[in-house]
């Protein structure tokens, strides 16, 4: 149990959590200059990359731990999470106004 618990200890995990923040605090700030802000869009944002990214970063950790010839995967996954959310993050800026090349956006 200490183990499963220490997983989510990880700088990966808290490089997700922090992106997510970032992404969450961003997106508000970018819904009330548009003046579009819904709390329940808010309620739905967190559920999705609270339980996908990292839940489902932290499963793939744990397969490691079974199978350790997949950190690979887990590896490539970390990287498409936060390329993901950093993706989002540009987004949320470019809502803002400022003006962020295309290639850099989610959308």
Known sequence: MT???ALFGTSQIQCIVILIM???VLGIIAA????NFRL???AKFMVK???GYVLGFVV???VVLALPSLIIVAQMAYVLVVLALVGSVFNNLAKM???????LRRD
């Open 49 to 51: 990359p609270v339980l």
């Open 22 to 24: 970032i992404d969450v």
């Open 3 to 5: 183990e499963l618990i």
């Open 32 to 35: 009330l200059m548009k003046g």
């Open 97 to 103: 106004g400022l003006p962020v090349p295309n290639c």
């Open 40 to 42: 329940g869009k808010l």
């Open 60 to 62: 793939l950790q744990i």
